[in-house]
């Protein structure tokens, strides 16, 4: 069974810091999605990796995905209040857009 | 582009009773995914549709709960007597096709909750 773990679970920052959160998956996959939520919302897409060494860059927010370490990061840079939120990674198994399997969540506070 | 929608945002009803959840996907789209949030918890996969065909089911949709999309657009989420374990938020989302490689898109789901 997949099983999809983010680390830290609570995160608490200070603005304009810099912070990683991670994802770690247990079985084969090269497609992997960051989502981020805020509360009594719903889910935001962010970033879509589809490949190894694959990096995209949003504003604050750069994703990588290292699918022979089975290990994506989320990075933050100089973060913001706006960033407060809960984000999420998934992984797709089945190469073809199908069930994801989520992790549980990193839930950020960025503190001014 | 309207976005998912979820009809209704939130169900209370009681024990044993049966409810039914609505979605409308982003019009072009060809596939749904039902997915259930509880408190603190990442969503999880219950099924999803590729235009009015159900591909996939989850071990979380047990007999109670039943799904469909009878013309590939709008899909309905029945569950019937209803348990306090199934208290969650119920989230569609809706994408493309595999061959365009985009994310899935969520609505704001449906919150129920059983007393």
């Known amino acids: 069974e997949l099983k999809v773990e983010q680390n830290p679970l609570f995160l608490s920052m200070q603005e304009g810091k810099n912070y990683t959160i991670y994802c770690n998956y247990s079985?084969?996959?090269?497609?992997l999605y960051w989502y981020r939520q805020d509360p009594g919302k719903s889910l935001e897409s962010l970033f879509v990796?589809?490949?190894?060494?694959a990096v995209k860059q949003e504003g604050r927010l750069m994703a990588s995905l290292d699918t022979k370490a089975r290990l994506s990061t989320l990075h933050i840079t100089a973060a913001v209040h706006d960033l407060s939120a809960t984000y999420f990674c998934?992984?797709?198994?089945?190469?073809?857009?199908?069930?994801?399997?989520f992790g549980t969540g990193t839930r950020l506070t960025i503190i001014p | 582009d309207t976005g998912v929608s979820q009809d209704p945002r939130h169900k209370i009803t009681k024990r044993g009773q049966n409810v039914t959840f609505r979605c409308d996907p982003i019009?072009?789209?060809?596939?749904l995914y039902w997915y259930r949030q509880t408190l603190g918890q990442g969503p999880e996969f219950l099924t999803y549709?590729?235009?009015?065909?159900?591909?996939?089911k989850s071990r979380l949709l047990s007999d109670r709960f039943s799904a469909e999309r009878p013309k590939g657009s709008f899909s309905t989420l029945e569950i019937q007597r209803t348990e306090q374990g199934d208290s969650a938020m119920y989230l569609c989302?809706?994408?493309?096709?595999?061959?365009?490689?985009?994310?899935?898109?969520f609505g704001d789901g449906t919150r129920l909750s059983i007393l």
């Open positions: 998934a992984v797709d198994v089945n190469f073809g857009n199908e069930k994801l399997t």
């Open positions: 019009s072009e789209h060809n596939r």
């Open positions: 990796l589809l490949s190894n060494g």
């Open positions: 079985t084969t996959s090269d497609r």
């Open positions: 549709f590729q235009n009015e065909a159900q591909l996939e």
């Open positions: 989302a809706s994408s493309l096709g595999t061959g365009f490689l985009q994310p899935q898109h």
